[in-house]
C-alpha cells in the first residue's frame, strides 16, 4: 500500500513544463502576481506546437524582469547585455539560418535601451520573433519612467505624472516593416498561445506585445491594487480588433486597450534578400567573363 501511494504521490507532483523548463531554477524570481510567469506558460504552450524541432529553438533576453526568461528555458538559451538581445539574435540567425530564434525580454530593454536595434531588425526583416513584455516601467532597476510609460502615470522618476508621449509598440513595428504584428495580455493565454504559435511559424520579423502588470512597483506607485488586480482590469478592459489600424492603438493611462492580430504579410527575409542580390551578382559577372569559355 505504501509503495502504490508513492507512485501515485509522484506523478501527481510531476510538472506539467518539466521538459520545457529548467525545474533546478524553480521558484522564479518574479514577484508574486506578475504577469511574466503567465506569459512564460503560453510561450511553454507554443513550443509543444511549432514546426521547428525545439533542439534548432534558440531564446535570447536582455536585462530586466522578463530578461530572466531565458534561463529557465531548457533550450540553448542566451542573456545578453542590456537592449542587446536583438543584435544576438540576428548574428544567432546569420551565423546558423535553420535556428529559430526567439528575442523574450520587456519593454524597457527592447524599446528604450534597445529601441534602435529593434527597428533596424524590423527593416531588414531579420527572420527572427521578438516577444516584448510591457509593463510600462522599468522595473527591476527601480520603477522608472520608460519608453511605454502611458502620459500622467506615476513613476519613480516622474512622481508627478509622465507628461512624455510614449511609443504605440504595435504602430512602431509595423512602420518599421514587421510581418506578424499582434498585442495581448498577460490574462489572453489562449489567444497568446495560439499568437506566438504562428509568430514562431512564421518567416521574418514577428512582434508580439504583451501587456502585463507590474505589481511591486507600477500597480502600488499608482494605487492600483494587486498584480492580479491590475491584470484582470487589462483583460477585461481589453477590445479584440483583429486587422485594427495600428496608428490609433496608443494605450492611455487605465483607459480601453486594444488587442488582436494586426499584421500578418509577407516580404523577403533578409537573407532570402541577400542571396537573391548574391545570386544575381555572381549570375552578372559568369555572363561577364563569358559563361562556361572563361
Not at 534561463?71 to 535556428?99: M, Q, W
Not at 506615476?154 to 504584428?181: I, M
Not at 478592459?237 to 490609433?248: M, P, Y
Amino acid at each position: 500500500m505504501k509503495a502504490t501511494a508513492t507512485v501515485q504521490l509522484a506523478e501527481v507532483t510531476e510538472h506539467p513544463m518539466e521538459s520545457i523548463l529548467r525545474m533546478d531554477r524553480i521558484p522564479h524570481i518574479w514577484c508574486p502576481t506578475c504577469g511574466i510567469g503567465t506569459a512564460l506558460t503560453a510561450f511553454a504552450e507554443a513550443l509543444k506546437k511549432i514546426e521547428t524541432p525545439l533542439e534548432k529553438v534558440c531564446v535570447v533576453s536582455g536585462i530586466g524582469c522578463t530578461g530572466r526568461v531565458a534561463g529557465y528555458i531548457k533550450l540553448d538559451s542566451f542573456h545578453s547585455t542590456h537592449g542587446r538581445a536583438i543584435p544576438f539574435a540576428t548574428g544567432l540567425k546569420l551565423a546558423n539560418p535553420e535556428l529559430k530564434v526567439v528575442v523574450f525580454s520587456g519593454d524597457g530593454d527592447i524599446a528604450g535601451i534597445g529601441g534602435n536595434h529593434f527597428i533596424h531588425a524590423a527593416r531588414r526583416n531579420m527572420d527572427i520573433v521578438v516577444l516584448c513584455v510591457n509593463n510600462f516601467v522599468y522595473a527591476m532597476t527601480g520603477g522608472q519612467v520608460a519608453a511605454t510609460t502611458p502620459l500622467t502615470a506615476n513613476t519613480s522618476t516622474s512622481p508627478y505624472g509622465n507628461f512624455e508621449n510614449p511609443f504605440s509598440l504595435p504602430q512602431l513595428a509595423e512602420s518599421c516593416g514587421a510581418v506578424y504584428v499582434a498585442r495581448w495580455t498577460a490574462l489572453h493565454v489562449r489567444r497568446l498561445t495560439r499568437s506566438m504559435t504562428e509568430a514562431m511559424n512564421k518567416k521574418g520579423f514577428s512582434f508580439i506585445e504583451i501587456i502585463c502588470p507590474c505589481s511591486t512597483l507600477y500597480s502600488r506607485r499608482n494605487k492600483l491594487g494587486t498584480g492580479l488586480d491590475l491584470m484582470k482590469f487589462y483583460h477585461d478592459n481589453s477590445v479584440i480588433k483583429h486587422g485594427a489600424d495600428t496608428r490609433e492603438m496608443a494605450i492611455e493611462f487605465q483607459k480601453k486597450i486594444i488587442v488582436g492580430k494586426f499584421i500578418d504579410r509577407e516580404r523577403p527575409t533578409f537573407l532570402d534578400a541577400h542571396n537573391d542580390w548574391l545570386r544575381k551578382r555572381l549570375k552578372d559577372k559568369f555572363v561577364a567573363y563569358g559563361g562556361p569559355q572563361c
